[in-house]
């Protein structure tokens, strides 16, 4: 096989706009989804409607959080199935371009879709048909994300490179989160002239427009057939998936991962309600604070690149870990601790800047020497299907955390202001992260990151004595 070339620092940048692009989408949706058709009293007040039925199914569930769990199933089961039609496509662009030029444009037009309601507010028509584009979004989202994640360790071929491009994506990835959390600051300046609803959908449809530009620079301009071994693997999807399931490392990686995601989710679901509802702030201040802590992850940065190749990445993840489940304990008591809602925000995302950085950067650069290691030890090429299964797991732990949130929200939700209900199930939810968070840092502490690092090390010497 012809050598591959070592993809360049301005070629993993160009790669990392993608994820700026899908980020801001899912961005959107993880954030302001619930916001938007669960609405809190105070958005009510402001000229909020509840589109779809509010009440409970089976006394506990949501229609929100069913209909967004579902969508979170629906999108864990498809991972494989792209994952595996990635792996083995045959074409002359490589085996994961074709499809990061063909998902972004369907991918921002359903995100505008999701946000428009075609019946009479409370009808079950709007909430069958937000059952439906929510699966038709992370069909979407899966077609692009999922080959997008798995050029990651073809691009990022050394262990440098690596940890260069996660860094990379880390970036993008916080700059396309940060926007997402400008949706009611743009809203504001419709508002006025296309009320409530009007002003948060022109502002998706904008950001979209945004999105879907980003996702297609890197289709558009990289050549995959340089950097990316395009070789089709011959094993069909579910057999794929259980054969990398197989693999004792991974397995502990993604257990540990879904309890991230759980706790993760649930604290980022619910930190514009934290800010609005515990901490007594605007809507509009969800991107400032968000931008602070942005800022300070990312003069994190470099001090994460050089440890993570100095002490190893697993220690830095367990302590993320650690500190997250800090943070969003600390965020549960907001409103009761004698300080002032603003500042507390800013506490809260100082604290939270850090992890964030730690994670954003060294838990991709863990799946890429995991798949490199399988790699060498099985012969086959299943970096797709080790992404797509870290992406199933994810998700499943998005899904959990959509019902669970949604939920316990409801709990004190027609307290007003002052009583001593008001808010609680919104602490409730962020104790409960930080529990979960605790947890999947515990199950991390057993990866066997020396043993996966010394078998890619070995492979790498052996390489270099044939050329010699």
């Given at each position: 096989?012809?050598?591959?070339?070592?993809?360049?620092?301005?070629?993993?940048?160009?790669?990392?706009?993608?994820?700026?692009?899908?980020?801001?989408?899912?961005?959107?949706?993880?954030?302001?989804?619930?916001?938007?058709?669960?609405?809190?009293?105070?958005?009510?007040?402001?000229?909020?409607?509840?589109?779809?039925?509010?009440?409970?199914?089976?006394?506990?569930?949501?229609?929100?959080?069913?209909?967004?769990?579902?969508?979170?199933?629906?999108?864990?089961?498809?991972?494989?199935?792209?994952?595996?039609?990635?792996?083995?496509?045959?074409?002359?662009?490589?085996?994961?371009?074709?499809?990061?030029?063909m998902a972004p444009i369907p991918f921002g037009l359903v995100t505008v879709?999701?946000?428009?309601?075609?019946?009479?507010?409370?009808?079950?028509?709007?909430a069958v048909m937000l059952g439906i584009l929510t699966l038709l979004f992370?069909?979407?989202?899966?077609?692009?994300?999922?080959?997008?994640?798995?050029?990651?360790?073809?691009?990022?071929?050394?262990?440098?490179?690596?940890?260069?491009?996660?860094?990379?994506?880390?970036?993008?990835?916080?700059?396309?989160?940060?926007?997402?959390?400008?949706?009611?600051?743009?809203?504001?300046?419709?508002?006025?002239?296309?009320?409530?609803?009007?002003?948060?959908?022109?502002?998706?449809?904008?950001?979209?427009?945004?999105?879907?530009?980003?996702?297609?620079?890197?289709?558009?301009?990289?050549?995959?057939?340089?950097?990316?071994?395009?070789?089709?693997?011959?094993?069909?999807?579910?057999?794929?998936?259980?054969?990398?399931?197989?693999?004792?490392?991974?397995?502990?990686?993604?257990?540990?991962?879904?309890?991230?995601?759980?706790?993760?989710?649930?604290?980022?679901?619910?930190?514009?309600?934290?800010?609005?509802?515990?901490?007594?702030?605007?809507?509009?201040?969800?991107?400032?604070?968000?931008?602070?802590?942005?800022?300070?992850?990312?003069?994190?940065?470099?001090?994460?690149?050089?440890?993570?190749?100095?002490?190893?990445?697993?220690?830095?993840?367990?302590?993320?870990?650690?500190?997250?489940?800090?943070?969003?304990?600390?965020?549960?008591?907001?409103?009761?601790?004698?300080?002032?809602?603003?500042?507390?925000?800013?506490?809260?995302?100082?604290?939270?800047?850090?992890?964030?950085?730690?994670?954003?950067?060294?838990?991709?650069?863990?799946?890429?020497?995991?798949?490199?290691?399988?790699?060498?030890?099985?012969?086959?090429?299943?970096?797709?299907?080790?992404?797509?299964?870290?992406?199933?797991?994810?998700?499943?732990?998005?899904?959990?955390?959509?019902?669970?949130?949604?939920?316990?929200?409801?709990?004190?939700?027609?307290?007003?202001?002052?009583?001593?209900?008001?808010?609680?199930?919104?602490?409730?939810?962020?104790?409960?992260?930080?529990?979960?968070?605790?947890?999947?840092?515990?199950?991390?502490?057993?990866?066997?990151?020396?043993?996966?690092?010394?078998?890619?090390?070995?492979?790498?010497?052996?390489?270099?004595?044939?050329?010699?």
């Amino acid at each position: 096989m012809e050598p591959k070339k070592t993809a360049s620092n301005g070629i993993l940048w160009i790669f990392a706009v993608g994820q700026l692009g899908w980020s801001l989408l899912s961005g959107i949706i993880n954030n302001w989804l619930v916001f938007y058709f669960q609405p809190s009293g105070e958005e009510l007040a402001k000229g909020q409607v509840e589109f779809i039925p509010s009440g409970k199914i089976f006394g506990v569930l949501t229609v929100i959080g069913l209909i967004a769990a579902v969508g979170r199933v629906f999108d864990a089961v498809t991972d494989p199935l792209i994952a595996g039609k990635s792996d083995r496509l045959q074409h002359r662009l490589g085996r994961r371009i074709p499809f990061l030029r063909m998902a972004p444009i369907p991918f921002g037009l359903v995100t505008v879709l999701l946000f428009w309601s075609p019946f009479p507010a409370g009808s079950i028509g709007n909430a069958v048909m937000l059952g439906i584009l929510t699966l038709l979004f992370y069909f979407c989202l899966t077609c692009y994300f999922t080959p997008y994640n798995a050029l990651i360790p073809e691009l990022g071929s050394t262990q440098n490179a690596r940890i260069n491009l996660s860094t990379f994506l880390s970036v993008t990835f916080f700059v396309g989160s940060a926007v997402a959390y400008l949706v009611p600051n743009i809203a504001a300046i419709f508002m006025a002239q296309m009320g409530y609803a009007g002003s948060f959908r022109i502002t998706v449809a904008i950001l979209a427009a945004v999105a879907v530009i980003c996702m297609l620079i890197p289709a558009f301009l990289i050549d995959e057939n340089l950097y990316a071994d395009t070789t089709p693997t011959n094993e069909p999807s579910f057999r794929s998936l259980l054969s990398t399931f197989r693999n004792k490392d991974f397995v502990t990686f993604v257990c540990s991962d879904i309890l991230y995601w759980l706790a993760l989710t649930m604290f980022q679901t619910g930190l514009s309600f934290y800010i609005t509802v515990l901490m007594g702030l605007d809507s509009t201040w969800s991107f400032p604070l968000f931008g602070i802590m942005m800022a300070l992850s990312l003069a994190f940065y470099p001090f994460v690149n050089i440890a993570a190749k100095k002490m190893g990445k697993k220690k830095l993840i367990a302590f993320a870990f650690r500190l997250f489940a800090l943070t969003f304990l600390l965020t549960g008591f907001g409103g009761i601790l004698p300080v002032p809602g603003l500042v507390f925000g800013v506490m809260i995302a100082a604290f939270a800047s850090l992890p964030m950085a730690i994670l954003g950067i060294v838990q991709p650069a863990v799946i890429a020497d995991i798949a490199e290691a399988d790699k060498l030890d099985t012969g086959e090429s299943r970096q797709g299907m080790f992404f797509a299964a870290r992406t199933f797991g994810m998700k499943l732990g998005q899904s959990g955390a959509m019902l669970l949130f949604t939920s316990l929200a409801l709990i004190g939700k027609k307290a007003v202001r002052g009583a001593l209900t008001y808010g609680l199930g919104y602490r409730i939810t962020a104790l409960v992260a930080a529990v979960l968070c605790l947890l999947g840092g515990l199950v991390f502490l057993r990866y066997g990151e020396s043993d996966v690092l010394t078998r890619i090390t070995a492979a790498q010497e052996t390489d270099e004595h044939e050329d010699a």
